[in-house]
């Protein structure tokens, strides 16, 4: 590993942020969140495979999986965790609540990571739960669920109240590709709250660049 710079020595913040990822994953949602931060930053395009599993990327994540991020010798994976993350580590962009007002923001950030995502991608997969076993499900039922999104998307511009932030960035992923996908109802409250997340210039060349590096079909 090389010495540190006294610059980064001064400011770990500074240190390189390298992302692994897929063009055609949830990695999409890291790129989203650093062009959001705005510092620079290395892609590393993985094709899932071997790839994925060489001992190389191994001995960064063991699991195999994108997105990883890593920042200096810090490694961060899952999608809501690198939001998370970022918003912390780089507070001047503005992508996190103050410590006290961080009630929603937490609330919807893991709420997108955890029974939105498992509830929709069981749904997607045709899982179904047994009625008696349903309180073992995070996310209870689908329909409640997305009712329950709804109507804090139809009560306010952003999830964390007026401003933009990172759980946007990550549960507004979820809310524009199940519509897209067709595993979220495309009612009218997800579909003005995406107009406005999607509109972002971030989004934009997060998207363009992703977009670029797809290889022909």
């Not at 039922?141 to 009712?147: G, Y």
């Not at 992923?173 to 009612?187: A, P």
């Amino acid at each position: 590993m090389s010495k540190l710079t006294s610059e980064e020595m001064s400011n770990p913040m500074s240190e390189p942020l390298t992302l692994y990822t897929n063009p055609m994953s949830r990695g999409r949602i890291a790129r989203w969140m650093l062009e959001e931060v705005g510092e620079p930053y290395d892609v590393n395009y993985l094709d899932y495979g071997a790839a994925m599993k060489s001992d190389a990327f191994l001995a960064i994540n063991p699991l195999g999986k994108v997105p990883t991020l890593q920042h200096g010798d810090r490694v961060i994976t899952e999608g809501a965790a690198i939001c998370a993350y970022l918003a912390d580590a780089f507070p001047a962009a503005g992508l996190a609540p103050p410590l006290n007002a961080r009630a929603d923001y937490y609330r919807w950030m893991f709420f997108s990571a955890g029974p939105l995502e498992a509830g929709l991608i069981n749904a997607a997969l045709g899982v179904v739960v047994p009625d008696e076993k349903r309180s073992m499900a995070g996310y209870g039922e689908v329909a409640t669920m997305l009712d329950m999104l709804e109507a804090v998307c139809a009560r306010q511009p952003f999830l964390a109240g007026d401003d933009f932030t990172a759980a946007d960035v990550s549960a507004g992923s979820q809310i524009g590709w199940g519509m897209q996908f067709g595993t979220v109802e495309k009612r009218a409250a997800f579909e003005a709250y995406w107009a406005r997340v999607s509109s972002r210039p971030a989004y934009a060349r997060a998207n363009a660049l992703d977009d670029a590096a797809m290889k022909p079909s």
